[in-house]
């Protein structure tokens, strides 16, 4: 499967913005789709994971409640609607394909996209 993500911005503190994620191929060999991100000088973080069939979601407790997680099947897209951002929410974003296992783990994922830059000013 290939993943693209989009949406990314400068955007001020308070602010909201949607992230895109499409993706194409073998959709239906993965399980769901995830969001992490990555701060400069920090490790991959897990945001949020949507699972394909039942459309169960899983969130970061840093974004829980600010953070929505959906999904499109017909159009094979994921979206991460952001609100009231914060400076720390600060990175890039990247979306994956959710292979099975523990949801918070890099290693549960594969096919990354490249991922979408997300500034935060206050």
């Known amino acids: 499967v290939q993943l693209q993500a989009s949406g990314g911005g400068l955007v001020q503190a308070g602010g909201s913005l949607r992230l895109s994620c499409a993706a194409s191929?073998?959709?239906?060999?993965?399980?769901?789709m995830g969001w992490f991100r990555q701060a400069p000088g920090k490790e991959r973080e897990f945001v949020a994971l949507i699972t394909w069939s039942g459309g169960s979601t899983y969130y970061a407790d840093s974004v829980k409640g600010r953070f929505t997680i959906s999904r499109d099947k017909d159009k094979n897209t994921m979206y991460l609607q952001m609100k009231s951002l914060k400076r720390e929410d600060t990175a890039v974003y990247y979306c994956?394909?959710?292979?099975?296992?523990?949801?918070?783990?890099?290693?549960?994922?594969?096919?990354w996209g490249k991922g979408t830059l997300v500034t935060v000013s206050s």
């Open positions: 994956a394909a959710y292979r099975g296992g523990g949801y918070v783990n890099t290693r549960a994922y594969d096919s």
């Open positions: 191929g073998r959709t239906f060999s993965s399980y769901g």
